[in-house]
């Protein structure tokens, strides 16, 4: 497309990597149409996105607004992300960012763009973008089953018990079994409908944000979402667009250091498909019996394994990480990892046939790119819908949680993980997700959908 520099955007990312990443892929779609783009956020999130492509550093700008320090100090320490602060302590990850809304009006007054493109907390931005009349648009890095399962700003405000989302709800107009479980629906309705110190619940900075956006954009499609995206467009009557999914560029193997390939070279003498790739994020922290439990779960189901683990806040050592003699037991057959991983190289090996993960939005998309079988075994927020619409449409196995603890057994892991990978009862979903596998990784469709989107932008 030929560069036109009279449009400019700018994105307003939460500061969550599962949030950050996606607004930057974005970011870097808008800019490669030659709209310029400016991308705000906090330095230190900044700083650990990836370095964009040079030939794109005229057009995709990243500014930086740094949290106020009296609020950092005391609740912070020092921490720009969720995954730097302890749950209880991100309500005020949010009360920063309210802070921030004078320095944004600032820079928005200043360069007076076509666009914001903005996330769920800063329900600010929306009188912003009314007085200095510029459009709004909300981009959700959830799946539109998600955004559907909470509602329109009416509904998603209205809701007082968290009981009603044990069901699938009234308006989903077709075969459905998205809902939380028991357990889950407490620990949502708790997170998002609780008032903390920001004065404001995090369902009314989502419900305010998509009252007051233009339209809504989703990081989805139809072949994957439709009667999710056609339903959602009904239920809040403005327009709702697709942006594609936005997968990762297919990896060439990097240099990376020795203990990596090392773990590279393992993999390369596994037989295709026949490992399962176990990751859980750096989000997702999970209790001492929980990962105790995945890792009996491995050993039972006597498949190999490649493990991404990160050190838990409950574990002095990395080995104390695990059950005594668990690698000692696995070891020829599996391997365990500590810290950062090179996930898109991993999930592109030949060897990975199946994923043992959370089922977060962005690594379901990263994981069906390489036609990998989905074991999912959900935690927070999004994580259980997302798990459920897999289900229904054939393309993941769950493994059972207790409805009223949340727990769940090693013998229904290794059970989950042998169906996937081996037994005859899992051909189905293997065929299913091969299949989805050529619509998300179809660059030429996901090209489309950024082209409609750009041109969206420029109307």
Known sequence: MAENTTHHVVMLPWSAFGHLIPFYQLSIAIAKSGIHVSFISTPKNIQRLPKPPSDLSHLLHFVEIPLPSSLDSSHLSGGEATVDIPFDKIQYLKLAWDHLQNPVKEFVSKLQPNWIICDFHSHWIVEIAKELHVKLMYFSPHSASTIVFFGPPGPLRALTSPEVLTSPREWVNFPSSVAFQRHEAIAFYKG???????????????????????????????????????????????????????????????????????????????????????????????????????????????????????????????????????????????????????????????????????SGWGSIIETLMFGHTLVVLPFVIDQPLNAKALVDKGLAIEVKRNDKDGSFSRDDIAKCLREAMVLEEGEKVRIKTREVAKVVGDSKLQHDYMEAFVKFLRT
């Open 192 to 358: 998002a409908y609780t008032e903390n110190v920001t004065g404001i619940t995090d369902a009314d900075r989502l419900a305010s944000v998509i009252e007051g956006a233009n339209t809504v954009a989703f990081r989805s499609c139809y072949e994957m979402e439709g009667e999710y995206l056609n339903l959602y467009q009904e239920l809040i009557g403005k327009p709702v667009i697709p942006v594609g999914l936005l997968p990762p560029e297919m990896p060439e193997r990097r240099p990376v250091d020795e203990s990596w390939s090392k773990i590279f070279e393992w993999l390369d003498a596994q037989a295709t498909k026949s490992v399962v790739f176990v990751g859980f994020g750096s989000e997702c922290k999970l209790s001492k019996e929980q990962v105790f439990e995945i890792a009996y779960g491995l050993e039972l189901s006597e498949l190999p394994f490649l493990w991404t683990l990160r050190k838990p806040s409950w574990a002095i050592h990395d080995h104390d990480s695990l059950p005594p003699g668990f690698c000692e037991r696995t070891a020829k057959r599996g391997k365990v990892c500590f810290g950062w991983a090179p996930q898109t190289e991993i999930l592109a090996h030949k060897s990975i046939g199946g994923s043992l993960f959370h």
